[in-house]
């Protein structure tokens, strides 16, 4: 008879392991499921982020190019005053340099090219 006892309290362990690993497997899946949905939202809300900066990137650089091109017309513009006001300073006898604020939009002139226009 104690052995039957034995045997039945056996079982009955088995069951309880059995159902914890069960209930233990549905805590595992249910845990997965919510690591999937937080993924998923965090893929979703970076790549939100990213296509407004993309879109803002876009705008930016259109002032950019914009920008330079107005500085690539005004010195355009400013080479044609300091060629026009040279030949008139020689033709007076005078120096190109003594003529205020040349050498300043050489500079610029300069400047400009180096760093907004040759890039």
């Not at 330079?68 to 400013?78: D, N």
């Not at 090219?113 to 890039?119: D, G, Q």
């Amino acid at each position: 008879m104690n052995k039957i006892l034995n045997k039945i309290a056996q079982m009955e362990r088995n069951a309880a392991e059995l159902q914890e690993v069960e209930l233990a497997s549905h805590k595992v899946e249910l845990a997965n499921v919510k690591d999937i949905s937080k993924a998923l939202f965090d893929i979703r809300d970076i790549q939100e982020k990213l296509n407004k900066s993309e879109g803002s990137l876009k705008a930016l650089q259109n002032t950019v190019d914009s920008q330079k091109e107005q500085l690539k017309t005004q010195v355009t513009k400013a080479e044609s005053v300091i060629t026009e006001l040279t030949k008139q300073v020689s033709a007076i006898g005078l120096d190109i340099n003594d003529v205020e604020n040349y050498d300043r939009l050489v500079y610029e002139i300069n400047s400009s090219k180096k760093n907004y226009l040759n890039k």
